[in-house]
């Protein structure tokens, strides 16, 4: 490692003070530290936001819950207001990582990850998204793991988060702090699709800080399911997953949110799927015809060609699952 600052503030604003060029923050350092043992991020500050707080799980106004950005994955997955209100986040946290790394890893941490593409995380190879301008080895190299949707001639590298996903099928917001006050985002639009600029993941300022997830109550009688394909049994990042949160009345879908992980390069709203759904009986046919429109305007490689048949096979899966179907 190269040397730094180390800093621990006890409150938001000095937090955000000591933000900006060549500085990083740190949570539970499950992702960070990797980086910079790796020589992929070499901060000059590094702001350690455990002295702050911001910890906890707490029901909203309107019914909705309040996840700390601080408080660790596991006290997400084993708590009875998240499984009673929002049963698909705890689907994919079951699926997210070891025990071991959610006793350690944060919400806020999880969600803004980087990359866990191996041109990324590896120096000797040239990535956009690490060197800006210097060429995507993974569009020339083994791109089995990478994305079809997305994508940018820039930069094809999955979002590799889980609870993300699910987030994302919540129309889940993040409560931000920054030098301009405090801002409510809805969370996919936390996330940049690469385009010419790889390296801007987030729309985030340099010196805003996620304080809290706000997920939404979930219409009532809302059914949910998270599916996850992966290579190993074992711990293991997706390959394809789907997550689901469905509304039935009067034997037609009501309204449904449909988010792809492990396809592509943000958590990915199938607005198209869900267009497809809605006003209509949840059939098999129905189904099929929605996870064919998931993954409209796909761009696969040689190598991840499968991924679409993939997608369309975990969407399947989570509206059968959500909807009760056999």
Known sequence: MRPFEYFRPRALPEAARLGGAGASYIAGGTALLDLMKDHVEQPERLIDLGGIGFRGIDETA????RLGALTRLEDVLQSPAVAARCPVLVEALRETASVQLRHMGTVAGNLLQRTR??????????CNKRAP??????LGGDSRRHAVLGTSPHCIAVHPSDPAVALV???AGVDLFGGDGETLLPLRELYRTPGDAPQRETGLAADEIVTAVIVPPLPAGARSAYVKARERAAFDFALASAAVVLEMADGAVASVRIALGGVATVPWRAEAAEAALTGRPLTRETIAEAAARAVEGAQPTDGNAY???????????????????A
């Open 62 to 65: 309107k019914g909705g819950l």
């Open 169 to 171: 099928a919540c129309d």
């Open 117 to 126: 593409c191996p041109y990324f995380r590896d120096p000797a190879f040239a």
């Open 133 to 138: 301008g210097s060429g995507c080895a993974a």
């Open 307 to 325: 991924k679409i048949d993939l997608a369309r096979a975990v969407v399947t899966r989570a509206l059968h699952r959500a909807g009760g179907l």
